[in-house]
C-alpha cells in the first residue's frame, strides 16, 4: 500500500517542476548535491567534495539506521540530487523501495560497499514481505557495519571519489587531493586501533546489538550481543540467562550500549552482573548531541577505541 502510493505521487509531484531539463540545469549547478544513507557515508563525502559538495544524510540524528523509513516528502527532495550513496551489503532498509520511487529520475545510486567484497546479492521476489531480521540472515556472516572498519572505510572512501570524479571530472585532482588526506587519517585511525588490541588484556565485550563483526575480523576482537545484528530482536529469557551466565564465568566487568538503540535488557544485564556501563557508538547515526558538540566520524571512532582500551582491561 505505501509503495504504491509512492510510486504514484512521485511522478505526479515532480512532473510539474520542470525535472525534464535537470540535464543541462544540473551542470550549471555549481554545488554537486549528494544525499547518502547514513552519517558515516555522509562525513566521507563532506571530506572528499569540501566546499564544491552539498551532502546530506538521509538517516536522522540518533536513529538506527537498519529500520528507518525515509517519508514519501524526503525521498521527492532526494530525487533532486545528483548522487544517492548507500552503504549496501542489505544494510539500509529502505534502499529498494527508493531505487523504484526514484527510477524515472537523474540521482545515481551508488552502493559504496560494492567494491570491498563479494556481496550477498539480496535479491528477493518482489513481493516478499520481509523484516531487517530475516533479512539479516540471509546474508550470514556479512557484517553490512563496514564503515565501523577503517580499513574497509577506505575503499568505500574511494567508491565515493570515484562517483565523484565521475559526476564534475573537472575537480578530479581536488577530489583525489583531499580523499589522500582521509586516507591518511582512516590509516592513522587504524594504527590507533590496533595498538589498543594489542595492549589490551581480554578480547571480549558485551555490546547491545552485534554491529561489530567487523572489529573481529579485522582486529581479533568478539563481541558479545544481546539483540543480534537487528536492534528490534528481543532476546529469550534462556538467552539472556546464558548472557549473564557467560559474563560472571569470564569476569566481564562492563557492558556497552549504544545511545542510538535503547535497550532495557542491556541494562538490566548489566545490573545483574554488577558492570560499569559504557558507551559505544556505532555510527549509523550520530546523536543531535554528539553534532551540537562538533563530533565526527574520527572523533567518534577514536572514543570508540578508549571505550574498547577500558572495556578489555
Ligand atoms: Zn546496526
Not at 523484516?131 to 546474508?139: A, R, S, V
Not at 561489530?212 to 563481541?223: F, T, V
Not at 549509523?284 to 574520527?298: N, P
Amino acid at each position: 500500500m505505501r509503495i504504491l502510493t509512492l510510486l504514484l505521487i512521485i511522478p505526479f509531484l515532480l512532473a510539474g517542476c520542470g525535472s525534464s531539463d535537470s540535464e543541462s540545469a544540473k551542470h550549471d549547478d555549481s554545488d554537486m548535491m549528494i544525499y547518502t544513507s547514513i552519517y558515516p557515508l555522509q562525513y566521507f563525502a563532506e571530506r572528499i567534495g569540501g566546499d564544491k559538495v552539498s551532502v546530506q544524510s538521509i538517516v536522522p540524528p540518533g536513529s538506527d539506521g537498519h529500520t528507518f523509513e525515509p517519508t514519501t516528502k524526503e525521498l521527492i527532495e532526494v530525487a533532486e540530487a545528483d548522487l544517492l550513496i548507500y552503504n549496501g551489503a542489505g544494510f539500509e532498509g529502505f534502499i529498494e523501495k527508493a531505487k523504484e520511487s526514484l527510477k524515472e529520475q537523474e540521482v545515481k545510486f551508488i552502493n559504496s560497499s560494492a567494491g570491498i567484497e563479494p556481496a550477498g546479492d539480496g535479491e528477493k521476489s518482489e513481493n516478499e514481505e520481509h523484516d531487517q531480521k530475516e533479512h539479516h540472515e540471509d546474508h550470514g556472516t556479512e557484517d553490512p557495519h563496514v564503515w565501523l572498519d577503517p580499513l574497509l572505510a577506505i575503499g568505500v572512501s574511494e567508491m565515493i571519489k570515484d562517483a565523484m570524479v565521475e559526476e564534475q571530472p573537472e575537480l578530479e585532482s581536488e577530489f583525489e587531493k583531499n580523499f589522500d588526506q582521509l586516507k591518511k587519517d582512516l590509516l592513522s585511525l587504524h594504527e590507533s586501533f590496533q595498538k589498543v588490541v594489542d595492549e589490551a588484556e581480554g578480547n571480549t565485550f558485551i555490546v547491545a546489538h552485534s554491529a561489530y563483526g567487523r572489529w573481529e575480523k579485522r582486529y581479533g576482537l568478539e563481541q558479545v550481543s544481546v539483540s543480534g545484528i537487528s536492534p528490534s530482536h528481543e532476546p529469550s529469557q534462556k538467552e539472556v540467562q546464558e548472557l549473564i551466565d557467560f559474563a560472571r564465568s569470564n569476569h566481564i566487568s562492563h557492558i556497552l550500549l549504544e545511545r542510538n538503540i535503547s535497550s532495557n535488557i542491556t541494562e538490566m544485564i548489566g545490573e545483574e552482573i554488577n558492570a560499569e556501563i559504557l558507551y559505544l557508538s556505532n555510527l549509523e547515526s550520530l546523536t543531535q548531541q554528539q553534532l551540537d558538540q562538533g563530533e565526527d566520524y574520527l572523533s567518534v571512532m577514536h572514543t570508540n577505541i578508549e571505550t574498547l582500551r577500558k572495556a578489555l582491561n
